[in-house]
């Protein structure tokens, strides 16, 4: 549909007129099955083995003619499937807050103002600005158009972008990917160049909307941790299937009865099911994930939580990142006179002239803080405020590229006669003009001195010599120097910490930039980054990729980098084995956002196409947040692995009195009741405390992992097993040994007591590498109120005569219950002693 041009003034909607249409159309979004709902999550937990191995469980028991039992495993079922509904549940409230804080966003005119909204807000008849590296968030008909590309791959499969011109009087619909078309469509990517468009058809009525039901149904694949987890589940159980059908067979040859010996059997095989695992891999990312986004960093991928804790390089940026991006005009340069905008001195003429240059060589509606600094400084010295004169209109546009850091405007000035004003770094601009060489020689030296000084410098130059047709090369249109601008930008006040903090966590620090190679180190002196080498663009034009790999070795300082230069220094960094984090904002860095084991996007000054390619998005551009994310990746995989040992460890004696008192002759010690029983507190201890578990004390003071390292290594289960043993050899001698001294329900409750207790100590051993004084000094209130549920839980279950009537137990004297306690003390002192025994820092 052709929108009506004269619909909206050219202020925007109004915002009530807005409301109604949003509430007439609905939100701009594609369809979209969004998170799993709670029905979902019941029925895929339902399909576990777990929960078939309990639903058998208790037809079993019905089959005996004990209801009683059967209607409470069932019970139970149910209440370990709230269980499993209240974490996943928590998990999808995380991971759908996620959604929405990654949501895109865009600049709309609305109440006669330009304000950033979410794209879901969009309605027909809006205007919106589109610049360079955003997403296009509806379909639109251009109104303005400066050197607007648009990649319309999504939509029509190729990759070279097409020009847009644009149609202020309105124009038919069009397919997408013809070249000079009005329309940008929603989903296409703006390459170059910036324009001003309405809004003709948002969500399901947008040409990308014919495709959304088939973008929603792609699943992601599973990531490295997903597939080593599901490998080891499915070994324990087919080991668990296959020993459960041999204690079956020998239970039915020593004369036990099929339905006693098929519950045996089924309380091995849940034993020897890690079924925690599953859920490990999913709560841990997700509401760790949750977790950085309250420290403003958004995890678009939760694989990169995975590969913060082995991150040994980190590539950033300057400006924005380890400075304020506050640009303020420090100083302009003209004709060997400096003049300093913060002195009471009037600015002299020569100057203004300087900064109206400035001005004519920028951007109105911009968001680059440097052409922000240029207007402010205007506002307050210049009479005019520095707008554009009366019966000027802006002719073309040379923007910036990689090859040409500078914009060069050419402007009508009406009469026939035209204005040519440029602006960008000295270098470039100092080559672009007609200058002699001397003058060339004076310009560079001034701005090498301010750029030593920690000064952003850009050159200024302007021409009245251009005539149509405009030639390919500005270079052509006869500049004429006229001086320099220096911009100041603050360091950050946290960064010099950070990077220190940086580097006792063994984390190198290069600042990759696009300024004077002199600004660079004068900014990297400030940061602490290091007394390194300092490597430049054009240096690093003239080595290949092996050569720069040896030569970014002690290089601190990237400085005059272009770009797709970025891609190479990652790839480079990579090659030496490095795991790099690289940040960038800019459609140009896509690429090496991409290439980087973890891209890092800016959230504030960032582009669509720079957050898309990234795993990672610093919401408030901030270097320590990056820093805090690293340290916050740690503790979310060291906690993961403790997590894990602890269950695997904990399985081990579970499984093991499940299985050895039958080898040995003894009575049958632990029917499923008992399983169900210590997963009551297994479930909630592997996922909700370890997840609360604080970071080890010495957690940014040891250096990166290797990245080949697994989550749960041959290490880690070696580590779990012998854990396991030890609290298994003691459950087995207390079992032997109150069997010769009580009956044996008495028997199976006072082992049955320690197996609880012992569960605790190995949760309390795993939580933290420090001994169990130090662990007890740190706070983890999840712990201790799982710690106090289970323990009434178990008196309940002795002491409550139906629950001790359906869990077969029958109270012993108290002075067995004492034993129990202290085979539980004698593990926890063995968990102890093993810590001391460790050589070196593990790494988390």
Same mark, same amino acid.
């Given at each position: 549909m052709m929108p009506d041009v004269s619909e909206t003034s050219s202020h925007g909607l109004d915002g009530a007129e807005a409301a109604r249409r949003l509430a007439r159309d609905g939100p701009n979004r594609l369809p979209d099955a969004g998170g799993r709902r709670w029905q979902r999550i019941a029925a895929d937990a339902a399909r576990e083995p777990m929960y078939l191995l309990l639903a058998g469980a208790a037809v079993l028991y019905l089959l005996l003619g004990e209801p009683r039992e059967g209607v409470f495993l069932l019970g139970m079922v149910v209440l370990m499937l709230c269980m499993t509904l209240f974490q996943e549940?928590?998990?999808?409230?995380?991971?759908?807050?996620?959604?929405?804080?990654? /949501?895109?966003?865009?600049?709309?005119?609305?109440?006669?103002?330009?304000?950033?909204?979410?794209?879901?807000?969009?309605?027909?008849?809006?205007?919106?600005?589109?610049?360079?590296?955003?997403?296009?968030?509806?379909?639109?008909?251009?109104?303005?158009?400066?050197?607007?590309?648009?990649?319309?791959?999504?939509?029509?499969?190729?990759?070279?972008?097409? +020009?847009?011109?644009?149609?202020?009087?309105?124009?038919?619909?069009?397919?997408?990917?013809?070249?000079?078309?009005?329309?940008?469509?929603?989903?296409?990517?703006?390459?170059?160049?910036?324009?001003?468009?309405?809004?003709?058809?948002?969500?399901?009525?947008?040409?990308?909307?014919?495709?959304?039901?088939?973008?929603?149904?792609?699943?992601?694949?599973?990531?490295?941790?997903?597939?080593?987890?599901?490998?080891?589940?499915?070994?324990?159980?087919?080991?668990?299937?296959?020993?459960?059908?041999?204690?079956?067979?020998?239970?039915?040859?020593?004369?036990?009865?099929?339905?006693?010996?098929? %519950?045996?059997?089924?309380?091995?095989?849940?034993?020897?099911?890690?079924?925690?695992?599953?859920?490990?891999?999913?709560?841990?990312?997700?509401?760790?994930?949750?977790?950085?986004?309250?420290?403003?960093?958004?995890?678009?991928? %939760?694989?990169?939580?995975?590969?913060?804790? /082995?991150?040994?390089?980190?590539?950033?940026?300057?400006?924005?990142?380890?400075?304020?991006?506050?640009?303020?005009?420090?100083?302009?340069?003209?004709?060997?006179a400096a003049y300093d905008p913060t002195s009471a001195a009037p600015m002299p003429a020569p100057h203004q002239e300087l900064l109206r240059q400035a001005l004519r060589a920028s951007r109105a509606l911009g968001s680059d803080p440097m052409e922000a600094a240029f207007w402010r400084l205007a506002a307050d010295v210049l009479p005019d405020r520095g707008a554009v004169p009366d019966g000027w209109s802006l002719q073309h546009e040379y923007g910036l590229t990689p090859q040409r850091p500078a914009l060069v405007h050419v402007w009508d000035r009406g009469e026939g006669t035209v204005q040519v004003a440029a602006k960008g770094a000295p270098e470039t601009v100092v080559a672009l003009s007609c200058a002699a060489a001397s003058v060339r020689q004076e310009v560079l030296a001034a701005a090498a001195e301010m750029a030593a000084a920690g000064l952003r410098v850009l050159a200024v130059a302007r021409s009245s010599a251009a005539h149509q047709p405009w030639p390919e090369d500005p270079a052509d249109l006869g500049l004429d120097l006229l001086g320099l601008v220096a911009l100041a930008d603050p360091l950050r006040a946290d960064i010099p910490d950070a990077v220190a903090a940086c580097r006792a966590a063994g984390l190198r620090i290069v600042m990759i930039t696009g300024d004077h190679p002199d600004t660079a180190r004068a900014i990297a002196r400030q940061a602490g980054i290091g007394a390194g080498e300092t490597l430049t663009g054009a240096q690093i034009a003239a080595l290949d990729g092996e050569a720069l790999a040896r030569r970014l070795d002690g290089v601190d300082v990237c400085a005059r980098i272009a770009p797709q230069q970025k891609l190479d220094i990652v790839q480079a960094l990579q090659r030496g084995g490095a795991v790099v984090a690289m940040?960038?904002?800019?459609?140009?860095?896509?690429?090496?956002?991409?290439?980087?084991?973890?891209?890092?996007?800016? +959230?504030?000054? +960032?582009?669509?196409?720079?957050?898309?390619?990234?795993?990672?998005?610093?919401?408030?551009?901030?270097?320590?947040?990056?820093?805090?994310?690293?340290?916050?990746?740690?503790?979310?995989?060291?906690?993961?692995?403790?997590?894990?040992?602890?269950?695997?460890?904990?399985?081990?004696?579970?499984?093991?009195?499940?299985?050895?008192?039958?080898?040995?002759?003894?009575?049958?010690?632990?029917?499923?009741?008992?399983?169900?029983?210590?997963? %009551?507190?297994?479930?909630?201890?592997?996922?909700?405390?370890?997840?609360?578990?604080?970071?080890?004390?010495?957690?940014?003071?040891?250096?990166?992992?290797?990245?080949?390292?697994?989550?749960?290594?041959?290490?880690?289960?070696?580590?779990?097993?012998?854990?396991?043993?030890?609290?298994?050899? %003691?459950?087995?001698?207390?079992?032997?040994?109150?069997? /010769?001294?009580?009956?044996?329900?008495?028997?199976?409750?006072?082992?049955?007591?320690?197996?609880?207790?012992?569960?605790?100590?190995?949760?309390?051993?795993?939580?933290?590498?420090?001994?169990?004084?130090?662990?007890?000094?740190?706070?983890?209130?999840?712990?201790?109120?799982?710690?106090?549920?289970?323990?009434?839980?178990?008196?309940?279950?002795?002491?409550?005569?139906?629950?001790?009537?359906?869990?077969?137990?029958?109270?012993?004297?108290?002075?067995?219950?004492?034993?129990?306690?202290?085979v539980a003390a004698a593990a926890l002192a063995g968990l102890e002693l093993r810590k001391w025994g460790r050589d070196g820092p593990r790494r988390f």
């Amino acid at each position: 549909m052709m929108p009506d041009v004269s619909e909206t003034s050219s202020h925007g909607l109004d915002g009530a007129e807005a409301a109604r249409r949003l509430a007439r159309d609905g939100p701009n979004r594609l369809p979209d099955a969004g998170g799993r709902r709670w029905q979902r999550i019941a029925a895929d937990a339902a399909r576990e083995p777990m929960y078939l191995l309990l639903a058998g469980a208790a037809v079993l028991y019905l089959l005996l003619g004990e209801p009683r039992e059967g209607v409470f495993l069932l019970g139970m079922v149910v209440l370990m499937l709230c269980m499993t509904l209240f974490q996943e549940g928590r998990t999808e409230r995380a991971l759908q807050a996620l959604r929405d804080l990654s /949501s895109p966003t865009a600049l709309v005119w609305r109440d006669g103002r330009a304000q950033r909204l979410p794209a879901g807000d969009l309605v027909e008849g809006d205007l919106i600005e589109l610049c360079e590296g955003d997403r296009v968030p509806a379909d639109a008909l251009l109104l303005e158009a400066a050197g607007l590309m648009v990649d319309e791959s999504l939509l029509t499969g190729e990759s070279v972008p097409v +020009g847009k011109l644009a149609s202020p009087q309105g124009s038919e619909p069009a397919a997408p990917g013809g070249a000079d078309q009005p329309w940008a469509y929603s989903g296409t990517l703006v390459v170059q160049g910036h324009g001003l468009a309405r809004v003709s058809a948002t969500g399901a009525r947008s040409e990308i909307g014919r495709i959304g039901a088939a973008l929603g149904a792609i699943a992601a694949p599973p990531g490295r941790l997903q597939r080593e987890t599901a490998r080891l589940a499915r070994r324990f159980a087919l080991l668990g299937g296959a020993v459960s059908a041999l204690l079956v067979g020998l239970l039915l040859v020593r004369g036990s009865e099929l339905v006693q010996a098929l %519950l045996a059997g089924i309380a091995l095989s849940m034993s020897m099911l890690p079924e925690e695992f599953p859920v490990i891999l999913t709560v841990f990312p997700a509401i760790g994930a949750w977790r950085l986004a309250r420290s403003q960093v958004l995890t678009r991928r %939760l694989s990169a939580i995975e590969i913060l804790g /082995s991150t040994s390089v980190l590539c950033v940026d300057k400006t924005g990142t380890l400075t304020e991006n506050r640009m303020a005009v420090a100083r302009l340069w003209r004709d060997g006179a400096a003049y300093d905008p913060t002195s009471a001195a009037p600015m002299p003429a020569p100057h203004q002239e300087l900064l109206r240059q400035a001005l004519r060589a920028s951007r109105a509606l911009g968001s680059d803080p440097m052409e922000a600094a240029f207007w402010r400084l205007a506002a307050d010295v210049l009479p005019d405020r520095g707008a554009v004169p009366d019966g000027w209109s802006l002719q073309h546009e040379y923007g910036l590229t990689p090859q040409r850091p500078a914009l060069v405007h050419v402007w009508d000035r009406g009469e026939g006669t035209v204005q040519v004003a440029a602006k960008g770094a000295p270098e470039t601009v100092v080559a672009l003009s007609c200058a002699a060489a001397s003058v060339r020689q004076e310009v560079l030296a001034a701005a090498a001195e301010m750029a030593a000084a920690g000064l952003r410098v850009l050159a200024v130059a302007r021409s009245s010599a251009a005539h149509q047709p405009w030639p390919e090369d500005p270079a052509d249109l006869g500049l004429d120097l006229l001086g320099l601008v220096a911009l100041a930008d603050p360091l950050r006040a946290d960064i010099p910490d950070a990077v220190a903090a940086c580097r006792a966590a063994g984390l190198r620090i290069v600042m990759i930039t696009g300024d004077h190679p002199d600004t660079a180190r004068a900014i990297a002196r400030q940061a602490g980054i290091g007394a390194g080498e300092t490597l430049t663009g054009a240096q690093i034009a003239a080595l290949d990729g092996e050569a720069l790999a040896r030569r970014l070795d002690g290089v601190d300082v990237c400085a005059r980098i272009a770009p797709q230069q970025k891609l190479d220094i990652v790839q480079a960094l990579q090659r030496g084995g490095a795991v790099v984090a690289m940040t960038g904002d800019g459609v140009n860095d896509a690429p090496a956002l991409r290439a980087a084991n973890v891209g890092v996007a800016m +959230g504030r000054r +960032g582009t669509d196409v720079a957050r898309e390619a990234a795993e990672l998005t610093l919401l408030d551009d901030r270097f320590a947040s990056l820093v805090e994310a690293i340290a916050s990746g740690r503790r979310i995989f060291g906690n993961m692995r403790k997590s894990m040992c602890y269950v695997m460890a904990m399985h081990v004696p579970i499984a093991g009195m499940a299985l050895v008192p039958v080898l040995l002759g003894w009575p049958v010690m632990l029917y499923p009741l008992h399983i169900v029983f210590l997963e %009551l507190v297994i479930d909630p201890a592997c996922s909700l405390a370890f997840e609360n578990e604080p970071p080890e004390k010495d957690l940014m003071r040891r250096p990166p992992r290797a990245p080949d390292e697994s989550l749960f290594g041959r290490a880690a289960v070696v580590s779990a097993l012998v854990q396991g043993a030890w609290v298994l050899g %003691l459950l087995v001698a207390l079992y032997g040994w109150t069997l /010769s001294h009580l009956p044996q329900p008495e028997a199976r409750t006072v082992t049955f007591a320690a197996l609880v207790l012992c569960n605790l100590a190995l949760l309390m051993s795993n939580r933290q590498r420090a001994g169990v004084g130090g662990i007890l000094r740190i706070a983890n209130p999840v712990f201790w109120g799982i710690t106090v549920v289970a323990l009434l839980l178990l008196a309940l279950a002795i002491y409550l005569p139906a629950a001790a009537a359906m869990l077969r137990l029958t109270p012993p004297p108290l002075s067995f219950l004492a034993a129990a306690g202290l085979v539980a003390a004698a593990a926890l002192a063995g968990l102890e002693l093993r810590k001391w025994g460790r050589d070196g820092p593990r790494r988390f």
